[in-house]
């Protein structure tokens, strides 16, 4: 005899009737408060929350009972239904689960005898049917089962029932952002730093368990908005357009080269239900703002959304540069000698800038096995920088060569300015073949366009009695970039009986990216503008993949499940210079195979996966984009349009528990690139620091992960989440590595206060990052929420803080080429404090979702800095 732990989800609407039949008439009054399903308490045949879960002891045998659950109007599968085993009489479930995305479940290791199968999801009817175990027939097949959809109109208001602010899934683990009150009036990036495994510098810059190489989606598809500089992009999605968070470390072979590290999948907030409803916001605040506002109609087989938001932000922010030059030459006494170089800059800046996004999505259903979608993304965003810099460089004795005013001493007033306009149109086509046969065809299209133009103009004066009405120098340089991505792809999934699945696909990428640049100088003597030919260029890169897949997924037995997968893919390359009169060509074919293996441990909601992937990452414009930076002539930056494609080999064992509310996840992984991009610094003989990229570095990476989520109270929400990993990095061709214990930790809790208000809070510590020639300083970060729910849910006001006792994080950079020791420091003024306001509307009617397929290129290695153009801008 055992008595099995069902998850709270696949019993909630059960144990919801089963608590309506045994209460008194009067508990069925209406209530204002929304209940866990997502209904309102008080709304006709919405289920009354459960308490507590009450199963019978339920005898164990060899008997198994699998079915498909189906809308009975579309005949499309009822994802995530409940399905409960109840006794012949009586009505506590004696065993029970949750049909998967495709409507199917199973119910194994019962004994024989009478029972009722009860099968339940929001939005509909329940269905009640009896079902019989006899010996000699302990397999019971009960095909497509059809439940009807009840038509409860919510009046004014959607009321979505609570989650648990993080959720672990068998593939991936889910921040539900949404349920987080501090994100209320914030960026992406804000959210971004909650989620499982994520880490997002003050900066900006993100990494998936200590490694920068990971592909961001949106809504599951990439994103010309977030193409490039992942930084600068996420400062334009608001985080109230953010339902949630999808961290996906171990991806299957239909996935494209995801990176070494991963996904990280960004849900927007979409509905799919029936009639007219939408939202409105509006945050204030003393580091960033946005307003958003959102529409959603459906009505038969036709749905429409849309959504506006605009944003602006301000940043002040200073930058201290202390650096030792080795090996400098000079002139002394005309004798040509070897010195030391010191510099030191002071810059102090202030920083704005705003943009907005729209979207509108058109679906279309003409029939109950056909589906159509359309949907067009677009944004625009501009910031602007001004600087005040003071540059002194000295030398131990004598003076270079070349010191002259472009290289000494100086001050400078700057202003970078940045534009970015982008877009992303996607159509797809559905077709299924029935529930019941669980095949499924998809085309997908998807093209895709960003255009950034960055620009810098800079006016020198001597560092002693400057005389601004007499500059010494001046320097511009626009630098237009482009990149147009178009992508082509189907897939197929075909089952072979219950437990094997095959799908295939092929894939056909196109993209252009084009680089113009240029700098123009006055002359010392004349004043007047020229054109700096070593400078100035045009560039532009072809890249083209063709990419075809297949996985394979097995059931063995009742505890083991196995996925075998592998993609093939060739990529094609050419780039050219207009100055050049020879191109560059490059064509290699790669096979990247994946591996997965399952066990079902005894403990209901327990499992143990490892996994094996190969991946690979090809560099995007970012690292491609030749611009030349000079504007600090001290310290230049520039883009490798001749670097290869990164190979990573991954290696993931994961435990996962599910038990009263409480979620526990430990991974365990190893990461290994041969020939990994990295950042190169160099000096030259006059002392002054390139900084580029180069395939030159081997990086391995040992880690542990731990996350984990309770429920100690009622009213509180507790979760938190440690990784820890060893680093080691080590190049050839510098001659030089790299070594260390890297580890990160956060927590965010959440109480309910009683009468519509809550609090919720959030603090993150990260430790020195390692890098191939140097390390970054540790840093910390940390969030108060309080809200308060108005008008029966209606609307909501939520006052936020970051970093509310600390006025600048404090982050340095260190790194040594051998000839020169630098350390930059960067004061990142992040205090703040806002007051968000939201508001929603509508009349809706409870339909249920349809999953949605969707285009994801997720192949190219892209900037986690900087300013997304290239590195030299």
């Known amino acids: 005899m055992k008595t099995p732990l069902l998850p709270m989800l696949a019993l909630a609407g059960v144990l919801a009737q089963e608590a309506a039949a045994q209460a008194p008439a009067a508990a069925a009054a209406p209530k204002p408060a929304g209940g866990p399903s997502g209904i309102p308490t008080g709304a006709p045949g919405a289920p009354k929350p459960a308490t507590q879960l009450v199963a019978l002891p339920a005898a164990r045998g060899t008997g198994r009972l699998s079915g498909v659950v189906l809308d009975g109007a579309t005949k499309k599968p009822v994802e995530f239904a409940t399905v409960a085993l109840l006794p012949a009489t009586g009505d506590k479930p004696v065993d029970g689960t949750v049909a998967d995305d495709k409507g199917r479940f199973t119910l ?83 959210v971004l730093r909650k989620a499982p495994m994520v880490s997002v510098d003050p900066d900006g810059n993100l990494q998936l368990r200590g490694s920068g190489n990971v592909r961001i989606l949106i809504n599951g598809k990439p994103s010309a908005v977030i193409s490039g500089d992942i930084a ?68 038969g087989k036709l749905g429409l959304t849309a959504g506006l938001n605009a944003f602006a932000f301000y940043a002040p922010g200073d930058q201290e540069v202390d650096r030792i030059d080795r090996g400098v030459r000079s002139v002394v006494n005309g004798q040509s000698v070897l010195t030391t170089g010191r510099l030191m800059q002071r810059n102090d800046g202030t920083g704005q800038g705003g943009g907005g996004q729209g979207r509108i999505g058109l679906e279309y259903e003409p029939a109950p096995n056909h589906a159509l979608s359309l949907s067009l993304n677009s944004a625009i965003f501009s910031n602007s920088f001004d600087l005040d810099i003071n540059n002194r460089y000295t030398l131990d004795e004598g003076q270079p060569t070349s010191i002259g005013p472009l290289f000494g001493n100086y001050t400078r007033q700057q202003t970078m300015d940045n534009a970015v306009r982008s877009y992303d149109l996607l159509g797809s086509y559905t077709r299924s073949f029935g529930a019941k046969s669980r095949r499924e065809w998809t085309v997908l299209a998807q093209h895709s366009r960003n255009r950034r133009q960055a620009d810098y103009d ?144 005894k403990q209901p909601g327990s499992s143990l996966r490892a996994t094996y992937s190969r991946r690979i990452q090809r560099p995007s414009i970012f690292y491609l984009n030749p611009y030349r930076n000079e504007s600090d002539p001290r310290n230049i930056t520039e883009g490798n349009p001749e670097l290869d494609a990164e190979f990573t080999d991954n290696y993931e064992l994961n435990w996962n528990t599910f038990a009263k509310g409480t979620s526990i996840n430990v991974s365990v992984f190893s990461r ?202």
Do not use: C
């Not at 070494?260 to 239900?273: H, R």
């Not at 009742?558 to 075998?564: I, P």
């Open 108 to 190: 194994r290791g019962l004994a024989a005898g009478e029972y009722r199968l009860q099968l339940s999801f929001i939005g509909y009817g329940a269905s009640t049917q009896p079902v019989t175990l006899a010996e000699g027939k302990m397999s019971l097949d009960l095909g497509a089962i059809e439940l009807k959809a009840s038509a409860q109109q919510l009046s004014d208001v959607t009321v979505t029932g609570e989650r648990p602010v993080v959720e672990s899934k068998p593939d991936r683990l889910v921040y539900n952002a949404a349920t987080d009150n501090t994100n209320k009036g914030g960026t992406a990036a804000d």
């Open 458 to 601: 800079l006016t020198q004066y001597p560092l002693l009695n400057p005389d601004f009405n007499n500059p010494q120098y001046r320097e511009q340089s626009p630098n237009l970039a482009r990149n147009l991505e178009t992508t082509l792809q189907t897939d197929y999934v075909h089952p072979f009986g219950e437990k094997q699945t095959v799908e295939v696909g092929a894939k056909m990428i196109q993209r252009t990216v084009y680089s113009d640049y240029e700098v123009l100088r006055t002359n010392l003597s004349t004043g007047v503008f020229g054109i700096e030919p070593g400078l100035t260029n045009k560039f532009d890169y072809d890249q083209d993949v063709l990419a075809g897949y297949a996985t394979y997924g097995l059931s063995l037995g009742k505890n083991y499940t196995a996925r075998l997968g592998a993609r093939v893919e060739r990529t094609d390359l050419r780039g050219n210079f207009q100055n050049q009169d020879d191109e560059f060509r490059l064509t290699y074919t790669n096979v990247l195979p994946n591996v997965a293996l399952t066990r079902n441990l």
């Open 232 to 299: 600068t992009a996420l400062k334009q999605l608001p985080g109230d357009q953010i339902k949630s968070v999808e961290v996906i470390t171990s991806p299957s072979a239909k996935y494209d080269g995801e990176g070494s590290a991963g996904i990280i999948n960004i849900v927007l907030k979409e509905n799919n239900l029936q009639g007219v409803n939408g939202s409105a916001g509006l945050a204030l605040g003393t580091r960033n703002s946005n307003g958003n506002f959102t529409l959603n109609a459906r009505k």
């Open 672 to 873: 290994q690139t041969n020939n990994a991009i990295e950042r190169v610094y160099a000096t030259d003989p006059s002392g002054r620091v390139l900084a580029t990229y180069g395939n030159v570095a081997r990086n391995q990476t040992y880690g542990l992960n731990l996350f984990g989520s309770a429920k100690p109270l009622p009213k509180w929400d507790l979760s938190g989440n440690i990784s820890a990993f060893y680093v080691y990095l080590d190049s050839k061709t510098l001659h030089t590595s790299n070594r260390g214990v890297v580890y990160s930790a956060n927590v965010n809790t959440g109480y309910k206060l009683g009468k519509g208000f809550s609090f919720q809070a959030f603090a993150m510590l990260n430790s020195p990052r390692i890098q191939l020639q140097g390390s970054s300083s540790p840093w910390q970060a940390y969030a108060l929420g309080l809200r308060k729910d108005l008008w029966k849910g209606k609307g909501d006001l939520t006052l936020n803080a970051d970093n509310p006792f600390s006025s600048y994080v404090k982050l340095t950079n260190d790194f040594d080429t051998g000839q020169s020791a630098s350390t930059n420091t960067t004061y990142v003024y992040n205090r703040g404090v806002r007051v968000a306001f939201g508001y929603r509307f509508g009349k809706l009617e409870n339909k249920p979702s349809r999953p949605k397929r969707s285009i994801r290129n997720d192949d190219q290695k892209a900037g986690d800095g900087g300013n997304g153009q290239g590195p030299g801008n």
